[in-house]
């Protein structure tokens, strides 16, 4: 019988989305477990393995599965396991065989893992923005900033499978925003959801220009896009330095690998009538001149509540 | 007749350096032509093309040679051209073909091109430092700053085959220094040899530090190295700076590919016993705990007087 059906499951630290995907990329059927449930990675494992039984049951492709993509928080392509992942209540442990754990459980179906960005990557490879490039940068703007970089049409793993963590890169040199992972001036502390809340609660102690945002009592990313599209003028200076901020990056990702687009994706990007012309005029200003107005700068054509399944299933693909 | 031996050709502003090569990297015979007699580019290639068939014989390898490989300013692989090449002679204009015209004139030998510190990193790899590696950034110290970055054990070219321009991503955001290229705050405008002097011209200006470079008329990095060999404090801070900001940039390309080294060459190298610890600790202060203390600093261990040579036949291999 033809194998030609593949499964994506995208772990989040709540939720755990599956669903079976056909080669054109139309997700037959789908579900959603808990991932933290267990503390133990087994009982969550055998869990999600019913699941899928369920799934592969009800889309009728039982024995037709070709391969199971996985997208997880510090997931290791190269190793197939997951390494350190605090945002997991299972997965705060040194390193989780979870390809392997996971192949064992589905009768020995092959499981292909990555973390969440380069996941995104190979989705809108596949089936998205980037169909038919070779080279392009994902940008993920969620709460954090991911990435996922594609070169001669792969996923860049670098030596030990954790290449990719442009979010890290430093935007701010001196007196940088404190960042999660130790450092400081990360370009994830200001072009994350996150980052534009902290932008915003900064703007306000530090100015008395009047905005709609004062009245509000706790402030998220989506507040201040609201604001923004009311015409609120703070509102729309926070989204002109965050775009400032990622393009001047933009522009040293560029001259690192020469890409043909970068493709943004992630809640934040919703906000792109605010985003897009100051990210495209600081990019232009700190490139080198061979790439001024060269690359271009898209945005995810992945349905966003199929896009985390349809990324993972891609890799499932390349097995 | 097995075609074991191929040409390297490393052209630069003044001198064009060519050598025979075979695949122990032993460069059995080489010559030297001026690159800026001639304003054309067809006489240069002629007179280059008579070097190239005048040490083909000398080695005795007549028919031997499976392929040239030419490392050139602004030479774009994919095409095998010579664009904007301002500081050639010959090279200002829009676009040279010049791997077609060269493997005309010596009777249809295969001619891959790229720039210079691409060359390097193909060379590094063949023969030298990086052996072995499949993942490492060649960064090289010269006039200017160069890189050719290497994933997968492949020279990454990117869209447009000028990919790895790590010299022209920002170190210094605000008021950073003015680079030739039309940007400020560039890398090489630090971390080159030129860079190097620049801070000392710089500090004597700003200071009153003592220091054996007052009694210098025009200051190169040369002179810093020596300073600082002799013990001169204000030297060796010169390269203490220097190293650091080689090593915040490090941190962000470090992020970017996770390669297994960074590999070093050029005449600014030269001072490792100056830049190397500041260097590291930057890196390790400015990376992700998951890198700290992995990521090999390395130089080069090609002979400098072959390097150039080596570099660009490697190249050639691979046709």
Chains 1, 2 share one sequence.
């Not at 593949?6 to 579900?31: E, F, H, M, N, S």
């Not at 020995?108 to 923005?129: H, K, Q, W």
């Not at 990360?186 to 996150?194: D, G, N, R």
Request: proline share 3%; net charge negative.
């Amino acid at each position: 019988m033809d194998k030609d059906f593949v499964i994506g499951i995208d772990i989040g630290g709540q939720t755990t989305k599956c669903g079976i995907v056909d080669a054109r990329g139309t997700v037959l059927a789908q579900t959603v477990i808990r991932s933290d449930t267990h503390t133990d990675v087994r009982p969550y494992i055998a869990e999600l393995a019913e699941a899928l039984s369920r799934i592969i049951a009800e889309a009728g492709v039982e024995g037709r599965v070709r391969g199971i993509g996985v997208g997880a928080p510090n997931g290791n392509y190269y190793t197939g396991t997951i390494e350190n992942a605090v945002n997991l209540v299972w997965g705060g442990i040194n390193s989780i065989p979870f390809a392997k754990m996971l192949s064992e459980q589905m009768n020995g179906i092959p499981v292909s893992l990555t973390n969440d960005a380069n996941a995104a990557a190979v989705g809108e490879m596949t089936y998205g923005a980037a169909r038919g490039m070779k080279n392009f940068i994902m940008i993920t703007l969620g709460t954090g900033v991911g990435s996922g970089i594609v070169i001669n049409g792969e996923v860049v793993y670098g030596h030990d499978g954790f290449a990719g963590e442009l979010g890290h890169t430093v935007a701010v040199r001196h007196n940088g925003r404190a960042c999660n992972c130790g450092k400081t001036g990360c370009l994830e502390t200001y072009a994350s959801a996150t980052g534009v809340a902290r932008t915003a609660r900064e703007w306000l102690e530090m100015s008395d220009e009047p905005s709609q945002l004062r009245s509000l009592d706790k402030i998220t990313s989506k507040d201040v896009y609201e604001a923004a599209k009311d015409g609120d003028a703070l509102a729309i200076k926070i989204f002109e330095f965050t775009g400032r901020i990622l393009g001047e990056k933009f522009a040293d990702f560029i001259e690192f690998s020469a890409p043909e687009a970068i493709v943004l994706f992630g809640g934040l990007a919703r906000a792109k009538e605010f985003l897009t012309e100051p990210i495209q005029k600081a990019m232009d200003e700190n490139v080198l001149p061979l790439w001024r107005g060269k690359v271009k700068l898209v945005y995810s054509q992945l349905k966003e509540s199929d896009a985390a399944i349809l990324g993972a299933s891609a890799l499932a693909w390349e097995l």
